[in-house]
């Protein structure tokens, strides 16, 4: 399988408490793309890293990417209640398809 | 930002019955849409890819005489649950793209579960 794997599989933490989470991937990509999914929800796309960058920001939300070791890491600061939901990344590649990782369940307690 | 719906958001049915899933991009024209299923707690597997006006490509494994894909206009999409079983049971969603290596925006999903 082409799926990509994400570290934790699930992640409890306090509010004001920062959350990371990783991805390692398996082939050559065109960019690596960070979704979130509240449960039974759809998706909300969250930021999107492109294979010559390195590193992104947008809000409370930095993103890094490492071809080198086809990896990623989304980490999220000061977490809040309301982020509680499962983070998946997912990787797009030359066939445009989104090959999704296996996905972090982040429950943020208040 | 751009807006995909499903239709319907869940549906129940018998085993054996089919079932028709509708994906529309409401305010941009989708060249590209994709079908993916998703199981309790598990990740988003791509099913297919289905370009307006040809046939879709499906992915391997996925049964393209009980996933029928139709992609007739540059608006809609429609997925197809031919004679359900209970193992056919989970949440779909469509993602819809204008161009090719664009963003995809995603639709709200449809839950299906079969008796």
């Known amino acids: 399988s082409q799926q990509g794997e994400e570290d934790p599989q699930a992640l409890s933490i306090q509010e004001g408490e920062n959350a990371t989470m990783n991805c390692s991937y398996k082939t050559s990509i065109n960019n690596l793309q960070w979704y979130r999914q509240n449960s039974g929800r759809g998706l909300v796309h969250l930021i999107l890293?492109?294979?010559?960058?390195r590193e992104k920001h947008s809000g409370r939300l930095r993103v890094t990417l490492d071809t080198s070791k086809k990896s990623s890491s989304l980490l999220i600061t000061a977490s809040r209640a309301a982020d509680t939901a499962s983070y998946f990344c997912a990787t797009e590649t030359n066939t445009d398809k989104l090959i999704f990782g296996t996905g972090t369940r982040l429950q943020v307690f208040p | 930002g751009a807006v995909v719906s499903q239709h319907p958001s869940w549906v129940i049915c018998k085993s054996g019955t089919s079932v028709k899933i509708e994906c529309r991009s409401l305010?941009?024209?989708?060249?590209?849409m994709f079908w993916y299923r998703q199981f309790p707690k598990q990740s988003l597997m791509l099913m297919a890819t289905s370009n307006e006006g040809s046939k879709a490509t499906y992915e391997q494994g996925v049964e393209k005489d009980k996933f029928l894909i139709n992609h007739a206009s540059l608006t809609l999409s429609t997925l197809t649950v031919t004679s359900a079983h209970p193992e056919d049971s989970s949440f779909y969603i469509c993602s819809a793209s204008d161009l090719p290596g664009r963003e995809q925006f995603f639709g709200p999903g449809t839950r299906l579960t079969v008796l």
């Open positions: 890293i492109r294979s010559n960058e």
């Open positions: 305010d941009f024209q989708a060249t590209t």
